[in-house]
């Protein structure tokens, strides 16, 4: 050959590494013809012309590396052409930067379809702010992987992470290295900055800073952010380590009562802890000042929050046992409730929780955790579906007939003869037969079982009503005595007084539901 020509293995290499694109425009460089043929536009180019006096000839090469893979670049003939009449504009390093990004390009795109001219409208729809005809998720992560780019492009010492939530936007900056930057702020955010920055350097705290008349110095990228983005606010997020809280009562079983995820943050005067358990029905957080010679002085919070519920089934609240059982064992004043704190396994802190200061506001959580408690009992055994609703308003009445049907679901109304303290009163009603009845069973004096029915009734959770079942209860052994008679029309009223033996047991159910 009078040049050093490239092998047909090496034309093959090079254009299938570049998935049979131009290096340059991207443009496919092969397709079919007639039924059977195809058609090639794509030329193997020489980085390093093939003989002297070529574009980008090097006397140094060999001829095996005029003629290698390194020196050949995949590129459709127009590309081909331009690249050879202006050699200066289209160096070695160019082409080869080229070939590397074109062989990225095709790694990447490997088994991924290709957009088509639908593609392009949607993009160009989504960028007016426009509907596009259909959906197209990946402009999604295109559309903040692109912006994450152009900021970081702005000043490289700075990680960018951006977020689209509720109709507002979060840009999220992290820096690689120590960056020293100076703020000036206006007379109109002065007291409110100073406010924050204290929360955030002394205390560890978040703090969310309003920027009318501050204006940032020390990187092009706050100009970028303040002046193109107009961002309204700003947020300080002191640097947080993940931390486990468990909350500790020895006298239980389990002793772990609940473990808290939360984060430490760190400040020039206090280390805080701030964590939420139970599926965020309980908010945790522990101030910890030092106190000079060592010691440290620490100020637990733990904050409810029922909100947590709304919503969620109520035939299967989450998290409800466990914390029902932490707040009865909260307002047990014999119970000792301590915690530990762990940073990566290892204990960092320990100490008690102290008896409540807001023991009012405890008690009324508490009595709505027992009527959700309540709820779901009578709702599981009625096979019955409802949403928790914490604004419904709950009367003593229908709390109290929800408790009654919740007990007899439960088992709870059984008694034996040590449990009654005073001897019980019933009413009843009969005919004239059941009367004669009655007075036969009074009359005979012995012991017997008597037996109750109540017809079914009405419950009402969470602001909707479901019947439950007629109950049947028994009283055994028992001996009636006649207290008051009261005829009325057809029926005749009793007032009896049950004399219970010293084995009596009672039990109350709901008769079966077909």
Not at 167 to 196: A, C, H, Y
Not at 326 to 337: C, F, K, N, R, V
Not at 360 to 386: M, P, W
């Amino acid at each position: 050959m009078a040049r050093d020509d490239f092998t047909k293995r090496t034309k093959n290499q090079a254009y299938q590494r570049v998935a049979g694109r131009c290096s340059k425009c991207r443009a496919t460089t092969s397709a079919p013809v007639g039924e059977v043929d195809f058609s090639n536009v794509g030329v193997g180019a020489h980085i390093h012309a093939a003989s002297p006096g070529g574009p980008r000839y090097l006397a140094t090469m060999t001829v095996e590396e005029r003629r290698s893979f390194g020196n050949i670049i995949w590129l459709c003939q127009t590309c081909s052409t331009i690249i050879d009449r202006d050699p200066d504009a289209y160096s070695a390093d160019t082409l080869k930067a080229w070939k590397t990004s074109a062989e990225a390009r095709a790694l990447l795109e490997q088994g991924k379809p290709l957009p088509d001219e639908k593609d392009i409208y949607r993009m160009a729809a989504m960028a007016m702010g426009n509907r596009t005809p259909g959906f197209y998720p990946e402009a999604i992560g295109n559309v903040h992987k692109s912006l994450v780019d152009q900021l970081e492009s702005v000043d490289p010492r700075f990680t960018i992470s951006t977020a689209y939530s509720g109709g507002n936007t979060t840009i999220m900056l992290g820096v690689k290295e120590t960056v020293p930057f100076s703020i000036k702020i206006g007379p109109q955010s002065v007291d409110v900055w100073r406010k924050g920055l204290q929360a955030s350097i002394d205390e560890g705290r978040e703090a969310t800073l309003p920027l009318d008349g501050v204006v940032f110095e020390g990187s092009k990228l706050f100009d970028v952010l303040h002046k193109d983005a107009d961002l309204a606010t700003i947020t300080i997020m002191p640097a947080a380590r993940p931390a486990v809280m468990k909350i500790l009562a020895p006298q239980t079983e389990p002793a772990v009562f609940e473990t808290i995820n939360g984060q430490l943050t760190a400040g020039r005067k206090q280390i805080r802890f701030a964590g939420a358990g139970c599926g965020g029905l309980l908010d945790v957080e522990i101030i910890f000042t030092p106190t000079g010679s060592d010691g440290v002085h620490s100020v637990s919070n733990l904050t409810t929050n029922v909100r947590a519920w709304q919503g969620k089934e109520g035939a299967s609240p989450p998290y409800l046992d466990a914390f029902i059982n932490l707040l009865e064992t909260i307002l047990d004043s014999s119970a000792s409730i301590s915690f530990t704190l762990e940073v990566e396994g290892n204990q960092a802190a320990s100490g008690n929780f102290h008896t409540p200061k807001h023991i009012e506001e405890i008690n009324e959580t508490l009595a709505f955790a027992f009527y959700v408690r309540r709820a779901r009992n009578v709702l599981r055994y009625l096979r019955k579906s409802a949403p928790i609703d914490i604004f419904e308003p709950i009367s003593t009445e229908d709390h109290r007939t929800l408790a009654r049907a919740s007990d007899i679901v439960e088992g709870k109304l059984s008694y034996q003869r040590s449990q009654v303290t005073a001897l019980p009163e019933i009413t009843v009603s009969c005919t004239v037969e059941e009367e004669r009845n009655l007075m036969e069973t009074v009359r005979g004096g012995g012991f017997s079982v008597l037996q109750q029915k109540e017809p079914a009734s009405m419950v009402t959770i969470y602001g909707k009503q479901y019947e439950v079942p007629a109950t049947t209860s028994y009283y055994s052994p028992v001996r009636l005595h006649v207290l008051s008679r009261n005829k009325r029309k057809k029926v005749v009223e009793f007032r009896l007084q049950i004399e219970m033996a010293d084995n009596f047991t009672s039990q109350t159910s709901f008769d079966m539901q077909e």
